[in-house]
Structure formats: structure tokens, C-alpha cells
């Protein structure tokens, strides 16, 4: 029953700091285009884990930057929308898993196999 409770607030929090994110007056933040894969709060509700990825890799490091300054407006109006009794702390992770997807489909496009050939042969 917790983990149902927990992974609705996931999509709570994920939802509204995407939301959020629009409202954030940093030029890190704002010039990126940022998307939130993925949140993961701990059960006790003190920190929540959100895993970002950005559209431009170059700008990444610096748009990291930019969140993590961010964090204690995001908090609070994070709280505040929110109306939960703890305000969760934010911690930021990149989320290479698009990038890592991309690379992969690199790699299988790359292989030259001739579908024709295998059929032929059996």
C-alpha cells in the first residue's frame, strides 16, 4: 500500500517540477531544454531523487548547475504546491539513459546484415 502512495507522489513531483522548471529565472535553466525522466522518493518523504536529461549535452553541466541553485526555490514552492507536511530535499542525477538509448541504436543500425541472404541460405 506505501509503494502505491509513494509512486503517486512520484508522478505528483514529477509533474509539477516540470511545471516549475518554466518558472525558473536562471539563464542555465532557462536556455536548455531539460525533461525529468524519472523521480524517486524515499519512503519517509525527506528526499527525492529526480533524474533529468538534457536535449543539448553540450549545455548539461552548467544547466546541472543551474538546478542545483535552483533547488531551494524549487523546494519550497515544490512544498507548497504540493501540500505535503515535508517539503522533500531535491537531489539532482543525470540521466543518461536517452543518450545511452541513442548509442545503442547507433550500433544496431551500423551492423550490415542482408535479411535476404540468411533466407536464402536456410
Known amino acids: 500500500m506505501a509503494s502505491n502512495r509513494i ?30 525522466t524519472r523521480v524517486e522518493t524515499t519512503p519517509d518523504l525527506r528526499y527525492t531523487k529526480v533524474y533529468v536529461s538534457f536535449l543539448q549535452e553540450d549545455r548539461a553541466k552548467k544547466a546541472m548547475a543551474g538546478l542545483q541553485s535552483a533547488g531551494g526555490y524549487l523546494r519550497r514552492e515544490l512544498g507548497r504546491n504540493l501540500q505535503l507536511r515535508y517539503a522533500p530535499e531535491i537531489v539532482w542525477s543525470l540521466d543518461d539513459s536517452i543518450t545511452y538509448g541513442a548509442h545503442m541504436l547507433e550500433l544496431i543500425n551500423s551492423l550490415e546484415v542482408n535479411h535476404d541472404e540468411e533466407a536464402d541460405e536456410n
Do not use: A, F
Open 7 to 36: 509512486h503517486r507522489i512520484n508522478e505528483e513531483i514529477q509533474k509539477e517540477l516540470s511545471s516549475l522548471l518554466r518558472t525558473v529565472k536562471d539563464p542555465r535553466v532557462q536556455d536548455t531544454m531539460i525533461s525529468i
